[in-house]
């Protein structure tokens, strides 16, 4: 592989090297944050990137040396459009590689790329998830080995799928997703803890255990009302649930936290775009998610901000939370949560221990100066492949 100081030296980054990174829709997601966070990375290191998407409310959060190129709604009955609107982009803007985010969304580019003729970029694909929505898995992983010359996966339960899909361990890139560790950092530090806690009601006093996530079904919202209001029993300190996000289970969870006893209460915050200061007055993070969850960014984000954490004992939370380290792996039981958050409450100094050892985690693993570069040198060592192929 390429190194990444011979990339940039040479030119490639900021002269041959043209991204596209694809997506569906700017809406609000996970995906869609971190393939947005990606092509800003990109350009503030002098690559000439394009991000092609339809329209939404995460618009304003491409920096300006970011190409905006318009493409329509993606969805079965709308393929045709979308196929062209696609092809349109690939033309004006002639990417050496398009990376896709979304099984869909490369297929789709491979097909332009083909039908369009002239020269092809390569086809990098990050997938997101661990099933795939618009076809079988046996038929996805048909199609994608045809069609993808890199997969990044983002985790190592990702990483393990492709390969049993049948993909080859060199086209296989185990590269996670990233974040800006040192501004997650200060946000937290530099936060007006008390404006915060005057606005969202809560004490001074309070012990504060936060949530983020969208409110849908197996997300664990309900485990964690439960756990909250049986850890508030147990402990000798006033305790609040900071529950940071919406969805349609919003309602639900909500009337279940109203009818809890004891001392325990939980604040619904709704959506906020200052999840990161929000961090900063938080002593805990507690993530009962049954999902099937890839690489969960709130765990990333709340190590890079020092907060220790709860959360289920899955895969894809195992590659952020050593347990006992920056934080407890507990579940599946109410009671399991419930322990977990009393033992990291119960002791100051060694939650602060454990916030520490996140901070060093997410800098070593996921911190944007350590992750981008390796995206950069697959780029150039893949777009040096395809290139010598045709």
């Known amino acids: ?85 696609l092809a349109a982009v690939v033309r004006r803007f002639r990417p050496s590689v398009v990376h896709a985010h979304g099984a869909t969304l490369a297929l789709s580019a491979r097909a332009v790329t083909v039908l369009g003729g002239g020269s092809r970029p390569a086809i990098v694909l ?24 890199q997969m990044i996966a983002i985790s190592s339960v990702k990483h393990r799928q492709f390969l049993a899909m049948g993909f ?17 950092g200060r946000a937290a530090a530099q936060a007006d803890r008390a404006g915060l806690r005057r606005e969202l009601g809560i004490a001074d006093s309070d012990t504060v255990v936060a949530m983020i996530g969208r409110m849908i079904p197996g997300k664990g919202f309900d485990v964690f009302a439960r756990a909250l209001a049986s850890c508030a029993a147990r402990i000798a300190r006033p305790l609040v649930g900071l529950a940071i996000g919406d969805g349609p289970e919003r309602a639900r969870i909500e009337a ?43 765990l990333i984000e709340a190590s890079a901000a020092g907060v220790p954490i709860v959360c289920s004992d899955i895969p894809g939370n195992r590659e952020v939370v050593e347990s ?51 995206i950069l040198a697959l780029y150039a060592e893949v777009v040096t492949r395809v290139r010598s192929r045709h």
């Open 1 to 85: 592989m390429a190194s990444v100081s011979s990339v940039i030296q040479s030119g490639a980054a900021n002269t041959e090297m043209k991204v596209l990174i694809c997506g569906e829709a700017l809406q609000l997601g996970g995906a869609e944050t971190v393939s947005i966070d990606l092509a800003n990375a990109l350009a503030e290191r002098g690559v000439e990137v394009a991000y092609s998407a339809a329209p939404g409310p995460l618009d304003a959060r491409l920096a300006s040396g970011v190409r905006f190129e318009e493409t329509p709604t993606l969805s079965r009955a709308n393929a045709i459009p979308f196929a062209r609107g």
């Open 126 to 149: 990050t997938h997101h998830s661990t099933g795939y929505r618009r076809a079988p898995e046996f038929l996805s992983a048909l199609l994608l080995r045809a069609a993808c010359d």
């Open 256 to 298: 279940l936290a109203a009818s809890l006893p004891g001392p325990g209460r939980i604040v619904f915050a709704g959506y906020r775009r200052d999840v990161n200061a929000l961090l900063g007055v938080c002593n805990a993070v507690l993530f009962p998610s049954q999902l099937t969850e890839v690489l969960p960014m709130t």
């Open 324 to 374: 006992g380290v920056n934080g407890e792996l507990a579940g599946p039981s109410d009671a399991s949560y419930a322990d977990a958050l009393a033992r990291v409450l119960h002791d100051d100094t060694r939650a602060r221990g454990m916030g520490d050892a996140g901070r060093r985690l997410a800098q070593e693993k996921f911190d944007k100066d350590v992750v981008v570069p390796r």
């Open 168 to 184: 080859p361990e060199r086209r296989v890139s185990f590269i996670p997703n990233f974040v800006d560790c040192g501004a997650i």
